[in-house]
Structures are given as structure tokens and as C-alpha cells.
């Protein structure tokens, strides 16, 4: 079971900007980087956000990551059709001594 | 470019054995750790455990210990991931990812383009 919470759903227009949460704890979130991963549909996963808010080459401007306490957030500005994909956080575990998904979160653009 | 080729999807009986393959190119195979993770249908992402690809070294996540196995052939820069006496459960997308590591932080990528295994009678 994934120890990250997300929200299941977000939702935006396009040009609207869009942010999802990823709760955690003083064990994961709390003491390691968090990474965001994008899947859109039917692919595999792919790098979008590492070390909390760095983005790789490639990866748009209009996604950024940030992070504070137990939680983090991952923001879309300027929202896509593109975009439409499931969103995943991840965080190394000290207590489990693992990493740890977040439940996912899928982005629909109206 | 840095990539991870996984084998072809798998339909297997209750009980029996598959191999997947992961091959990786465009960088030194020992360089970077693999790590195995699982997608069931419809479902989030599962960390399944990681392989240090210089000592063949395997750690294993809860849940995934005992029928499961992560090995190494570097002589062909390829990992593999064989589960055994396989269960209905395990019916899943399986994805290898390197790992990348920078400052105390590690992060995926790339990531294999995902093995569908389907375990049905």
C-alpha cells in the first residue's frame, strides 16, 4: 500500500493552472527529495520533477516542484491537452528502508 | 541515448516461470543500479526492489521476497527479473528504470517501455 497520498483527480482548462499534493511523513517526505514521474496513457513512466524541483532537459517550464515539511506539490501552469496523463510522486522511505509511490493522481484537461 | 529495451509481453499458467529482460544502452551498464517496479491493471506503481548491477546484489521491497528474483548478465548490459510459481496476482506491468544518483538524492530514468505479464489458466 502507498504511504503518499494524492489526491485520485484534478482537473483544469486549458491555460489554467493545475497542483497536485503528496502527503507523507517525517520519514519519507520529511527527511528525502521527492521525484514526480509522468505517465500518460497507455506509456511508460517518465521523469517530470527530481530532487524536490529540478527539472529535466526537455520538461517544460510550465511544471515545477516544490516541497515543505511532510509535504510536496507538483504545479501545471499554463495546462495542455498534452498534459492529460497520471501523475506519481515518490520519496525513499527511512522506516521501511524503501522507496515509496504516491497513489496517483490523473489530470483531465476539460 | 541512455535506454532500457524490456522483452515482450508474456501469457503464463498458474504455477509456472517467466523471465523478463531489460537491456540497456548508450551508458556503462555497471555505472547505475536497476530497480524493478509493478504496475497492476488499473493500479498505481509498485517498488519491487533494486539490483546493484557491480556486485549483482539484490535488494528486495516487502512483498516481493521469496518467488522473486533480480539478476544480472553485464557481459550483455541486461538485467532480468524471473518470478516463480506465478499467481493470478501477479498479472502486471513490470517496468525496470535506472537510477540516477546526485547528492544524497536518487531519482528514475530511463525507464524500460514496461512488460505485460498475464498469469490465466
Known amino acids: 500500500q502507498s504511504v503518499l497520498t494524492q489526491p485520485p483527480s484534478a482537473s483544469g482548462t486549458p491555460g489554467q493552472r493545475v497542483t497536485i499534493s503528496c502527503s507523507g511523513s517525517?520519514?519519507?517526505?520529511?527527511?528525502?527529495?521527492v521525484n514526480w514521474y509522468q505517465q500518460l496513457p497507455g506509456t511508460a513512466p517518465k521523469l517530470l520533477i527530481y530532487?524536490?524541483?529540478q527539472r529535466p532537459s526537455g520538461v517544460p517550464d510550465r511544471f515545477s516542484g516544490s516541497k515543505s515539511g511532510t509535504s510536496a506539490s507538483l504545479a501545471i501552469s499554463g495546462l495542455q491537452s498534452e498534459d492529460e496523463a497520471d501523475y506519481y510522486c515518490?520519496?525513499?522511505?527511512?522506516?521501511?528502508?524503501?522507496?515509496?509511490f504516491g497513489t496517483g493522481t490523473k489530470v483531465t484537461v476539460l | 541515448q541512455v535506454q532500457l529495451v524490456q522483452s515482450g509481453s508474456e501469457l503464463k499458467k498458474p504455477g509456472a516461470s517467466v523471465k523478463v529482460s531489460c537491456k540497456a544502452s548508450g551508458y556503462t551498464f555497471t555505472s547505475y543500479a536497476m530497480n524493478w517496479v509493478r504496475q497492476a491493471p488499473g493500479q498505481g506503481l509498485e517498488w519491487m526492489g533494486w539490483?546493484?548491477?557491480?556486485?549483482?546484489?539484490?535488494t528486495y521491497a516487502q512483498g516481493f521476497t521469496g518467488r522473486f528474483v533480480f539478476s544480472l548478465d553485464t557481459s550483455v548490459s541486461t538485467a532480468y527479473l524471473q518470478i516463480s510459481s506465478l499467481k493470478a496476482e501477479d498479472t502486471a506491468v513490470y517496468y525496470c528504470a535506472r537510477v540516477v544518483y546526485s547528492s544524497s538524492s536518487g531519482w528514475f530514468d530511463p525507464w524500460g517501455q514496461g512488460t505485460l505479464v498475464t498469469v490465466s489458466s
Open positions: 530532487s524536490n524541483n
Open positions: 515518490a520519496a525513499w522511505d527511512d522506516s521501511l528502508n524503501g522507496l515509496v
Open positions: 539490483i546493484n548491477t557491480n556486485t549483482g546484489n539484490p
Open positions: 517525517s520519514s519519507n517526505i520529511g527527511s528525502n527529495t
